[in-house]
């Protein structure tokens, strides 16, 4: 076990951010992704694991700080000068003699913005610059926090899959912070869901989706038409747009699908959506244990 977490109170104020009373465990080779709503609390948790703000309770580590590397949501690095002698100023090495620091320079397409002042990097060359920092730790864990905040939809896209590729084959475990759900459905194997700062679950990535969704889910568009449609089947909270069916049985998803390709119409097939599970999730929470914090 890498990092374990119980019984975990932070407060800022006389308000309580997060607030984990069950335990948490990452292992090696987790691949953890958080989400929740802004004021969820997973910053708070990032922050508390590596010692940036006070909390009550235990995290418990075999690893060493230095074993421990973390990307921040807002990064500033001096603009005195190009990012070049800022990378081998911090990193105490020469990109000309080191081979690892090459090979991520040019993994990320980096070369072209050696030679650029950081304020004059775009977001997301500002992004590659503060990963391409973070993987020289090569560290048994890694924190992302909201790796591509802020960047249009290509260049998340190519970032994440350079993300999900460069991490393919490693052992290293990865807790990503994101509300980009398609990005934790490609990066993360387990999932931690946090609202409010309470812990609505935590578990591998598929057992929660059984658990809220089913076997599967179906998605349609909202239409009055498609609402009669459907009217005799389970439906889940989903987007307000969105029509979820949740399929139990192989059966049942013939019997729905035969009748969306009766009426030649689109839909959507998933086991993984992140977004169907974790609004499922979070009305389930507040229907039992979690009713009387959210009133």
């Given at each position: 076990m890498l990092l374990s977490i119980q019984n975990l109170t932070v407060r800022y104020g006389q308000d309580v951010a997060l607030s984990i009373q069950q335990p948490i465990a990452i292992e090696t080779g987790d691949r953890v992704g958080v989400i929740g709503s802004n004021g969820a609390g997973k910053s708070t948790l990032i922050k508390s694991i590596l010692g940036l703000v006070n909390y009550q309770g235990t995290i418990r580590t075999q690893l060493t700080p230095e074993q421990i590397a973390a990307h921040m949501q807002f990064n500033e690095y001096t603009d005195a000068m190009p990012v070049k002698y800022v990378m081998e100023a911090i990193l105490n090495t020469k990109i000309s003699k080191n081979q690892k620091l090459q090979e991520l320079i040019q993994y990320f397409e980096f070369e072209d913005c050696l030679r650029k002042k950081y304020t004059k990097l775009s977001g997301g060359q500002k992004q590659r610059f503060t990963i391409i920092m973070v993987m020289m730790q090569e560290a048994p864990l890694t924190f992302y926090d909201e790796v591509t905040s802020g960047l249009d939809f290509e260049t998340r896209q190519k970032l994440v899959e350079?993300?999900?590729?460069?991490?393919?084959?490693?052992?290293?475990?990865?807790?990503?912070?994101?509300?980009?759900?398609?990005?934790?459905?490609?990066?993360?194997?387990?999932?931690?869901i946090l609202d409010k700062g309470r812990v609505?679950?935590?578990?591998?990535?598929?057992?929660?989706?059984?658990?809220?969704?089913?076997?599967?889910?179906?998605?349609?568009?909202?239409?009055?038409?498609?609402?009669?449609?459907?009217q005799n089947y389970k439906k889940l909270a989903s987007p307000a747009h969105l029509i979820a069916l949740s399929c139990e049985?192989?059966?049942?998803?013939?019997?729905?699908?035969?009748?969306?390709?009766?009426?030649?119409?689109?839909?959507?097939?998933?086991?993984?959506?992140?977004?169907?599970?974790?609004?499922?999730?979070?009305?389930?929470?507040?229907?039992?244990?979690?009713?009387?914090?959210a009133k």
């Open positions: 350079k993300l999900v590729n460069w991490y393919k084959e490693k052992e290293s475990s990865l807790c990503i912070v994101s509300h980009y759900y398609e990005e934790l459905e490609q990066l993360a194997n387990k999932l931690l609505i679950d935590y578990g591998e990535k598929g057992e929660l989706f059984t658990k809220y969704c089913g076997r599967a889910v179906l998605i349609i568009d909202r239409t009055k038409e498609n609402e009669k449609l459907v049985s192989e059966e049942q998803e013939k019997e729905i699908t035969n009748l969306f390709l009766k009426h030649n119409m689109n839909y959507k097939r998933s086991n993984s959506d992140i977004e169907i599970m974790y609004i499922n999730a979070k009305e389930s929470y507040e229907k039992t244990e979690g009713k009387s914090y």
